[in-house]
């Protein structure tokens, strides 16, 4: 789903950051390496910008989930998650509904995963997923 | 935004004009909030050496977030500390023609904010076992204040609270399902409350308190300071965000509810639970919502730091929480 700021976002930024605030501000080697470093933020972001495909998968997991319509006609992931958006704020789908509720523990816990993963809660939340699961 | 030596000269004639002291040493800045700034300088006098604040108003001021004005922050302190409030004393609020912008100069109180610090000083170990007590005290003493003498402040429901958080988010437009399912939980659910608006501090939590071996020594940030539910305090400062990893302590992570509530009850007000637990669901929502804030600063240009990127991806955090609170599998107690 889309998150913001975006993979690329915060690779520009912090690329950005690495060349105007930190280069002009060392000395011989190490603003070469600092050059090197923001270069290769570059190669990584312009990668991740080609990898940017529809999300298979995603649409599969959403498909499961029961009430929620139009998943197959969603030109994009964007429009398929406002979809599930409209359809949990008018209450179409709530916390009662168990596939809906396992769709988005692994889909929070999945982004956590990348966003924070030393955050206290990722650990809990985790032990609390598998034990709502039954592992 | 000011330079140090733009203050200085200012601050000194300031100084002596209040009888504070005969000359000062160069302020230094403590912290820098896009809404307000604190200065720590040193006031010299015939009796010794006087640590002071100044607090400035920032360059952006975000009333659409609910933040009261900083002369009404200062007016507030006055209030609530002859009601036995721990908050510093105010020297001075400042006129337009001392050309120092809008703020106050209070006192310096010394003490650990930092909750690390708090959680981990030895010589603390006596003062964290009383604190949750003595914040659900101090809270009742908040929120027994008349509120009579406090219509400068807005006055908000729990459902125009609600409101005003969901308008924001649907103008922003960055929505997350985890969080339209916490809205309509919340919507749901809104306390009915019958008695008249409290004073509510608005931003009670760990971070926000200066605490050193004795204990609680000052509650501060009374920006968000409103007239409302007075739950919204007890639920905020047990939001998972402010027990900074110490998850199984729900109080700021120092303390237990029970404690909380019976230093409450003690001051002859009643916790309504039920209130307080949503409440929390309600500030784990916020600070969702404070991170995505943020995002939309960096994303619209305004604020277009590495900091304000990063603080944009701590939003996940509280889906995370929101989901140990709202699935009926969950639960968290």
Not at chain 1, 57 to 64: A, C, F, G, K
Not at chain 2, 81 to 100: A, S
Not at chain 2, 224 to 245: I, K, Q, T, Y
Not at chain 2, 254 to 267: D, I, K
Request: glycine share 8%.
């Amino acid at each position: 789903m889309q998150q913001h700021p975006d993979i690329t976002q915060l690779l520009h930024v912090v690329t950005e950051f690495l060349r105007t605030e930190i280069m002009p501000n060392v000395e011989g080697a190490r603003s070469f390496h600092v050059r090197v470093a923001a270069n290769a933020l570059d190669i990584v972001r312009r990668e991740v910008e080609q990898l940017k495909a529809f999300p298979a998968e995603e649409r599969e997991r959403l498909r499961t989930i029961p009430g929620l319509v139009g998943v197959d006609d969603a030109p994009d992931t964007d429009e398929l998650y406002d979809r599930l958006c409209d359809a949990l704020a008018d209450g179409r789908l709530d916390e009662n509904e168990t596939v809906l509720m396992d769709f988005l523990w692994e889909l929070s816990l999945h982004q956590l995963a990348v966003d924070q993963p030393n955050y206290s809660g990722y650990a809990e939340g985790l032990q609390t997923w598998r034990a709502i699961r039954g592992d | 935004m000011y330079a140090v030596d733009e203050i200085t000269p200012r601050l000194r004639e300031c100084v002596l004009r209040l009888g504070l002291g005969s000359d000062i040493l160069p302020p230094s800045r403590l912290t820098g909030g896009a809404s307000q700034q604190t200065w720590r300088f040193v006031a010299k006098g015939a009796e010794g050496e006087r640590p002071l604040i100044l607090r400035l108003e920032g360059m952006r001021k975000r009333a659409e977030d609910g933040e009261t004005g900083i002369e009404t922050e200062a007016r507030l302190l006055r209030f609530v500390r002859p009601l036995g409030v721990p908050v510093p004393r105010i020297y001075h609020v400042l006129e337009p023609d001392e050309g120092l912008g809008r703020g106050y100069i209070m006192e310096c109180v010394e003490g650990e904010t930092l909750p690390k610090k708090i959680f981990q000083r030895e010589d603390f170990a006596d003062a964290r076992e009383g604190l949750a007590g003595q914040c659900g005290e101090i809270l009742a003493r908040i929120h027994q204040a008349p509120s009579a003498g406090l219509q400068f402040l807005r006055s908000s429901s729990a459902q125009e609270e609600l409101e005003r958080e969901e308008a924001e988010y649907r103008r922003r437009g960055m929505r997350r399902p985890v969080f339209e399912l916490a809205f309509r939980w919340l919507r749901q659910r809104v306390p009915q409350r019958s008695a008249p608006p409290a004073l509510v501090h608005g931003d009670f939590r760990n971070g926000n308190l200066m605490v050193d071996a004795q204990g609680l020594r000052a509650v501060l940030d009374w920006e968000l300071a409103h007239l409302g539910d007075p739950m919204e305090d007890l639920g905020w400062l047990c939001v998972n965000s402010w027990r900074f990893g110490r998850s199984h302590l729900p109080v700021g992570g120092f303390g237990t509810r029970e404690a909380l509530y019976a230093g409450y009850e003690s001051q002859g007000l009643s916790v309504d639970r039920e209130a307080a637990a949503y409440w929390e669901v309600f500030g784990t929502l916020r600070w969702g919502l404070i991170c995505q804030r943020m995002a939309e600063a960096f994303l619209t240009g305004a604020d277009p730091t590495v900091e304000r990127a990063a603080i944009g991806r701590r939003s996940s955090e509280t889906e995370i929480d929101l989901l140990m609170l709202i699935d009926p599998r969950a639960r968290r107690n």
